[in-house]
């Protein structure tokens, strides 16, 4: 018997993803929302229209503040995998130096990664 998480990668991204996506991939869509010139993001030109008309196309509501709500859930579990991620990378690197040589800025992700001030003291 198959146990539930053993199949997560086969079924592919969840629905609102996938569905957020085609709406701003959708070239037709660009006036109303559209992605950022690196493609990482994507900017929301008009909210009336996207409610009134686009979302009630993807999604079973016109709700805006629902649909940034969910939009949230996603950025945020994204945001603390990649910073647990990177605190694990972080432990691992600083594991096999002396006690405290690494601090880690909260606010980055890891992604500053400094000298404590204990350190420069000794």
């Not at 950022?36 to 009336?48: H, K, Q």
């Amino acid at each position: 018997m198959a146990r539930p998480m053993e199949r997560i990668h086969e079924m592919g991204p969840p629905p609102f993803l996938t569905k957020t996506f085609e709406m701003v991939e959708d070239p037709s869509t660009d006036a109303i929302v559209s992605w950022n010139e690196a493609r990482n993001s994507f900017i929301v030109w008009d909210s009336y229209c996207l409610a009134s008309n686009l979302l009630p196309k993807y999604f079973k509501h016109n709700n805006f503040s629902s649909f940034v709500r969910q939009l949230n859930t996603y950025v945020e579990n994204a945001t603390s995998s990649s910073r647990r991620r990177a605190r694990k990378r972080l432990n691992a690197t600083t594991s096999s130096r002396r006690r405290g040589a690494v601090t880690e800025d909260e606010d980055d992700g890891g992604k500053n990664v400094q000298r404590s001030e204990e350190d420069d003291e000794q």
